[in-house]
């Protein structure tokens, strides 16, 4: 039975400013979610909508087969992490972790128990008594995390809970939240604008832009068949190299001298990408084009060589290679490459959709 | 931040004209009374002598010194914590206010711009109990209003004076206090289930309470020392000694029973009050509790 459904799910303020058009999403029991797209696409509106911070003025919220359009945000049964955690200041761990449950009426040594219970699985159980503001990025994090779970809801809600850590925290507390949902198997809605985040969390990702939902599906499925050039360049790092083109007889034209031969039946103005990774270097005489260097990134374990297309127009266009391993081309020296048909996508320029 | 004065004179001429202020109107002043607390005069000041602490020893002695005490902080109390109620109930209804935010704030304001004195007449007219519309309405719901008669009434006519002022600025502080809490806070009170009241009670007035311990003191200051003008314009410390406050008393009886002695260590014992206040008031903004 599915979780939760969002039909038909609008938000207009009352300035008439409209967040959210219209939303279609079926998430399954013990699903995991995640929400992404660039700051102001609406993904924060639409997570607050389902928590019940947001009015919905269009369309139905199912909870477990009930409509909970108007219903509190206590009476959803969802717990929520928020981006600055709001832990209150003024309680102790336990305080934090066991407001919920008082406020439920609960009995005190069933509390403890579910409170003692939550804090051995996140490792608080030292810091009990500690103010949140004893406590490092991390611990508030599991706090806030452990104050969502104490109360078992039906749905877990994450507003971009990692953005206030340091990078190498916030890779540890990511595969922590992950296990947590598995374990628990509780149906999660996680909104993130990092890319990485939404790719390493998700069961299904919706990539969101400007309140509509570009692309519904797993992590790989984006990855592999971006339905949008929006969502071609949101996924994967460095992003995809894209660029407007033509379909024509010859194959696709970059510019008016250089074609990449390919039978479509298309003709017209498209988007042609291919991400980074799926270029090779190759001898001259196979080559597609040529780069010419002028930076390369060296990470270690990948190179990213950035350039512009020698394609004899005037403007260069932008393209970034990635490389597995160490390299150390010459700048402004040309770069050979190949661009396999079979990395190709290929989007129409005006539907902006798939081809 | 330090600055470095070329010459030595320059910074003194700078700080001249306050420590002319200080010097003329407070510390003078101050160590006049000092001195005449140790003096008897007569009426007219035109000898005295001196008498040791008999002054101090007289007025802990006199039961209406006790009294005026009592009067003082039953008054000092009333006000601060009426004060603060208040306006406490009006900033959190002007912060739920979306629509004209700014109009009701500045509307809530303006009392703290009417001198003492004449927020005193105003509320001495609305009370008078021969014309003033509030003591006539109390009439005809049937409460006899007399506050020239009745010890109670007057106290309450001078609490009510007295707070209406200070209401102004307590609502600032907690205003600016309710806008610092975090939204986040209260809407994670609110998925954990707690009703609006609730929340107030246990998430909002906990973080206002930096905020709450510094208007009372303020206001406890406020009550103390600079009610006056209300008083003397309302009561007179009236009837018999049912407003007499310790500031009120100092006027009444250096300058109308024209005990300058009594009056003067009536006087040094308030400015003893006033050092003990002050010390509370900047160790506490020394300490103050902040949340982040």
């Known amino acids: ?355 | 931040m330090t600055v470095t004065f070329p010459q030595k004179g320059l910074p003194w001429l700078l700080l001249l004209p306050q420590l002319l202020v200080t010097a003329i109107f407070f510390l003078w002043p101050a160590e006049q009374a000092l001195e005449q607390a140790f003096y008897q005069e007569d009426a007219f000041g035109l000898s005295r002598e001196f008498v040791g602490l008999e002054n101090f020893v007289y007025l802990f002695t006199d039961p209406l010194y006790y009294q005026s005490m009592l009067t003082t902080l039953v008054f000092s109390f009333s006000v601060a914590i009426m004060g603060m109620s208040v306006a406490l109930f009006l900033a959190v209804m002007a912060d739920r206010v979306i629509r004209g935010k700014l109009t009701y704030q500045t509307l809530l304001i303006w009392p703290y711009a009417v001198a003492p004195a004449l927020a005193g007449v105003l509320w001495w007219i609305l009370f008078d109990p021969s014309m003033g519309p509030i003591a006539l309405w109390l009439g005809s719901a049937g409460v006899d209003w007399n506050h020239y008669l009745d010890g109670n009434q007057a106290m309450i006519l001078v609490v009510i004076a007295s707070t209406w002022k200070q209401i102004s600025y307590n609502f600032l502080f907690f205003l600016a206090g309710l806008q610092a809490v975090p939204r986040s806070l209260i809407e994670a009170a609110s998925i954990d289930g707690a009703s609006p009241v609730k929340r107030f009670w246990t998430i909002v007035f906990p973080l206002l309470s930096p905020t709450t311990f510094f208007l009372l003191v303020v206001n406890l200051v406020y009550a103390f020392f600079e009610t006056f003008g209300v008083i003397d314009a309302t009561t007179k410390g009236g009837p018999g000694q049912s407003t007499n406050t310790l500031v009120y008393k100092v006027f009444e009886d250096g300058f109308i029973g024209l005990d300058l002695g009594g009056s003067a260590a009536q006087s040094v014992v308030l400015m003893a009050i006033v050092g003990v206040l002050t010390v509370i008031q900047f160790r506490f903004i020394e300490r103050k509790v902040q949340y982040s």
């Open chain 1, 1 to 355: 039975m599915s979780d939760v459904v969002l039909k038909n799910i609008g938000k207009t303020y009352l300035n008439g400013f409209c967040a959210i058009p219209s939303m279609d999403l079926t998430i399954e029991e013990g699903e995991f979610i995640v929400l992404v797209g660039p700051s102001g696409c609406g993904k924060s509106t639409l997570l607050r909508m389902v928590a019940g911070l947001e009015s919905i003025t269009q369309g139905d919220l199912l909870i477990k087969g009930n409509k909970v359009n108007e219903k509190e945000p206590a009476d959803r049964d969802i717990a929520m992490v928020f981006q600055n955690y709001a832990l209150y200041p003024h309680m102790s761990v336990y305080g934090n972790m066991s407001y919920g449950l008082k406020n439920r009426g609960t009995s005190k040594a069933v509390i403890a128990e579910k409170v003692n219970a939550v804090a051995t699985m996140l490792g608080l159980e030292e810091l009990l008594e500690r103010k949140p503001r004893e406590l490092s990025g991390g611990q508030r994090q599991r706090v806030a995390m452990g104050r969502a779970m104490v109360r078992d809801p039906k749905v877990f809600l994450f507003d971009e809970p990692l953005s206030n850590l340091d990078a190498k925290l916030r890779v540890q507390m990511r595969m922590e939240i992950r296990q947590l949902q598995r374990k628990l198997g509780t149906t999660t809605l996680y909104v993130t604008h990092d890319q990485v985040e939404a790719m390493t969390l998700a069961d299904r990702l919706v990539v969101l832009n400007k309140g509509v939902a570009e692309q519904i599906g797993t992590p790989m499925d984006l990855y592999n068949k971006p339905a949008t050039p929006f969502v071609a360049a949101f996924i994967g790092s460095p992003s995809m190299n894209l660029f407007d083109a033509n379909l024509t007889e010859k194959g696709v034209s970059l510019s008016e001298s250089l074609y990449l031969p390919l039978p479509h039946a298309h003709r017209g103005s498209i988007v042609w990408g291919i991400r980074p990774e799926h270029l090779a270097i190759v001898d001259e005489q196979d080559a597609d084009f040529a780069l010419e260097i002028l930076a390369v990134e060296s990470l270690g374990a990948e190179t990213l060589v950035h350039g512009v297309l020698k394609d004899g127009s005037v403007q260069g266009k932008a393209m970034v290679v990635r490389l597995a391993g160490p390299h150390n081309p010459e700048l402004n020296s040309l770069l050979w490459l190949s661009a396999p048909a079979t990395h190709w996508h290929i989007f129409d320029a005006i539907t902006q959709q798939r081809l």
